[in-house]
């Protein structure tokens, strides 16, 4: 609790002071349906049991939503408000004694005004007995809808003052999110009103929170699947790059410069994530171009160049079987392209090469020179992005350059680390990735006397 | 078995070879798809004469089974699943009152709503460009029709004339039973997909156990999920009418993206793996397409011998993954043949790659298959050792099998290095053949014989032709 700025201690204090009051009130009203409260609540909590962590927010949602719904069907507000109450103080999950108080005050305070409102519209029948179907469905949705949003006014507040965040900020981020789930969810509640009323009796709950529980199950499988698989990845390319100690760490900091770049372009989660899956494999199909080539010493003949450029190729062709990564594969094909047509493989020109492929050229470029190389030290961040400024309009799209030199500003940036035991060959013909090396001069001319002829 | 293998082989193969019918089309699958397909007709044609009852209902059903069959989930193992068609299905099956009054309708009527909602939806996805296999739709309609004879035989007499206000006493009693005639069905279907897997597949009966097992532990989770949903149609639709079917769909369609998106990212895992496991064929440390075949190869002798599902999975991803500790050689071993190298360097590479593996924290068992791909299944002098698994022995004859009968192959086609074209069917046995020998001639320590064994019958069917065992 001290955590908090002041401000936020004492809407936190506020608001569990009126849910617990609400709770007494409720709980000393004459006529509490006790066994429908201690059913519903006890539903709150298997329905809390190992909630998933999923990356999804409207998921996050929990699965007593539904039962709290079901309470103000069947119980109108007072019922309502003491399961909201109850069942999230009974949870499971660990958290500070200060929100868990926070949270059952606030869903009290929710549940009961949801019930005031359900209450009062015209199709609401006392324990939802003899219930008008298809009228009480809007009566059932404003109720859910109406617990959704005093539910996540009164949180987005307590965010609002702790984080000092813009209020409307987050409501809406929030609201336009969890607004049509928690419609999904009222039909749930109006599942388990319907089905207690008529008698089923506790199986109720179990039968209609099974599917959500299997579905809950299934996120889960998923999240530590998905884990798994950035793990997995992670270590492949890692266990790729130790062929050559200069490029080690080198795909995770293209990844994460891609990243940066397409954050500031105001990419989607999902793209961004296929964005960094590009970024880490980018260089995969270099493993196909022999490390002497790479790092030859003196001029390179048509046959050395070809199979440089060949490696991008290589490696879209290995991703390609990858579905999910299809715009990934596009951008690390294309990721020696040229603004002005003069790269390679294909010699695309402007917006003709891919997005994922801009980004991962300035991602890629900018680590290289900010790396030590075998032909020479590490240019400072200053430096490369001069350098990068220089080719850009040319070889880079100026957007994806100011864009990185912005979130750069911003978030800073970790150069990659010295290699402890480098022994500086003089004469190497330097990084292919490098704009400022021998190699890549080579290439320019290469490819232009290539497409010329 | 250890003795006959140390004399040396007395056939050579060719001659042993006889052709033999292709085990595809098995009686079985035919049978289920037969029976279900004559049970269907008799029904339609039954309901035909006696004109359908509530032809509201049935109609909803039967759309919904379609829509239903249109939303597919792969679970894990390549298990299609449609749960929204099959809850419809068997609350259809297990309907007793709409509106406060009794209509339970004939047998007859639930068979053939059920069978031409399936085959709508199967249609509709033809059209779509998914086509079901026959005998995955035989299951499901067979599954909706036990869980509706079975409630039709065991119910209690007053579900089929009471209202739904005079069941109220006995009304979680009834729901108790619903969910029991609704599991009966799941496990009608789950069952008829293992015995289709062990026809499929030509697996011994004695593997029935782990295959009942691997298939409830695959399903068990949307099985519930479904088994509930089609309960909640079923109670539902006497209070709400069908306004129940949406409202208990959205709980079931939550379930259904959830495993779809588990679907979606297994699917990229393998993938991937596959993918990258080909980092050691681009840079060739290893002949092209090497990981795959030994993958495919591996997985079917696992099969063969009676491995799990988990185990089969962690074999694929070890076989694929097999070479990659030869990156972290300085220079690729001849052809990438691990075949050539001493057996020290041998251990080495199965270390290194194991370590590879290991760094992904999630791949324990997958590494340690690798790093014993090495070993010898037993040493001079002593027993078998226990502690070689048999994922590792498998990769160990499944990888030298593909390393000599590229080679052969190669030597063949007149040296080309890398893609050995297939020869001619006559060529291609006896290089198999050659291969196989080669094998076996190394059963006395360095092959289990129990995987030579299922090797040689895996060929043999791949081929179509039996190849005798030496000795």
Known sequence: MRSLPRP????????????????????????????????????????????????????????????????????????????????????????????????????????????????????????????????????????????????????????????????????????????????????????????????????????????????????????????????????????????????????????????????????????????????????????????????????????????????????????AAIEFLAEAAQGIRHHHERLDGLGYPDGLAGEAIPEFARIIA???????????????????????????????????????????????????????????????????????????????????????????? | MIMANLSPPRSRFPGSIRRRRAPFGSPFILAVTGSCAVALLVCVLLTARDGVSRPDLAVTFAATIAIGQLLPVRLPGGRPVVPLAGAAASGYALLFDVGGRPVVQPLAQVVAVVGLGYGAGALLGVVVGRSPRVATLARRVLAALVVAAFFRAFAPGELFTSSFHDLRPVLPAVALFLIAAASVGMATEALLAVAERLARWRVPVTSLVRYVRDEFKATIGVAGAVTATAVLFALGVPVMRLYALPTFAVPLLLTQFAFRRFAAVRTTYRQTIRALAQVTELNGYVVRGHGRRVATLAVEIGRELGLSESQLADLEYAALLHDIGQLSLAEPIPAGSTLLIPPAERQRVAELGADVIRTTGVLDRVATIVARQADPYRRHREPPDPTVPIESRIIKAASAFDDVLTAARGLRSNGQETDPPSLQPEGEADAVADALERLRLGMAYEYDPRVVEALTAVLGRRLGVSLIAAG
């Open chain 1, 362 to 453: 300035v991602a890629d470029a900018f680590d290289s020179m900010t790396s030590t190389r075998s032909y020479r030290a590490a240019r400072s961040v200053d430096a490369a992005i001069a350098e990068l400024r220089r080719w850009s309009g040319t070889q880079f799209d100026p957007v994806m350059v100011e864009a990185l030199v912005e979130a750069i500003a911003e978030e800073g940036w970790t150069t990659a680390p010295r290699p402890s035991h480098v022994v500086p060959r003089a004469l190497v013909f330097g990084d292919h990735d490098d704009p400022t090396s021998r190699v890549a001069a080579a290439m320019r001319e290469y490819t232009v006397v290539e497409r010329v002829s």
């Open chain 1, 8 to 319: 936020a201690a004492l809407y936190v204090a506020a608001v569990t002071t009126v849910g617990m009051l609400l709770g007494v009130f409720a709980a000393t009203r004459r006529g509490v349906d006790w066994l429908l409260v201690a059913v519903l609540a006890v539903l709150c909590w298997v329905g809390e049991i190992s909630p998933a962590r999923t990356r999804l927010r409207s998921l996050a949602m929990s699965l007593a939503f539904p039962v709290d719904v079901a309470a103000v069907l069947l119980g109108g507000p007072w019922v309502a408000t003491l399961v909201a109450l109850l069942g999230s103080l009974i949870q499971l999950a660990p958290m500070p004694w200060y929100k868990r108080l926070f949270n059952a005050g606030q869903l009290g305070i929710s549940a009961g005004i949801a019930g005031i409102v359900y209450i009062h519209l015209p199709p609401a029948t006392a324990a939802f007995s003899t219930p008008d179907f298809p009228a009480v469905l809007w009566a059932v949705a404003l109720a859910g809808v109406t617990l959704a949003v005093v539910n996540y006014t009164l949180v987005a507040v307590a965010i609002a003052l702790s984080s000092r965040l813009a209020f409307a900020q987050i409501w809406w981020g929030g609201m336009s999110e969890t607004l049509l789930p928690s419609l999904g969810y009222g039909l749930i509640g109006l599942g388990i009103a319907v089905l207690w009323a008529s008698g089923v009796g506790p199986v109720a709950g179990i039968l209609v929170l099974a599917p959500m529980l299997a579905a809950r199950w299934a996120f889960q499988q998923y999240g530590a699947q998905h884990r798994a698989y950035e793990a997995t990845v992670a270590s492949l390319i890692q266990a790729v790059e130790t062929k050559d100690h200069y490029t080690r760490g080198h795909s995770e900091r293209v990844a994460t410069a891609c990243v940066m770049i397409g954050k500031r372009l105001g990419m989607r989660q999902d793209r961004l994530e296929m964005l960094r899956y590009a970024g880490m494999l980018h260089d995969v199909g270099k493993l196909g171009v022999p490390t002497r080539l790479l790092q030859k010493t003196g001029p390179l003949d048509a046959d050395e160049f070809a199979a440089i450029t060949v490696h991008p190729i290589r490696g879209c062709d290995m991703v």
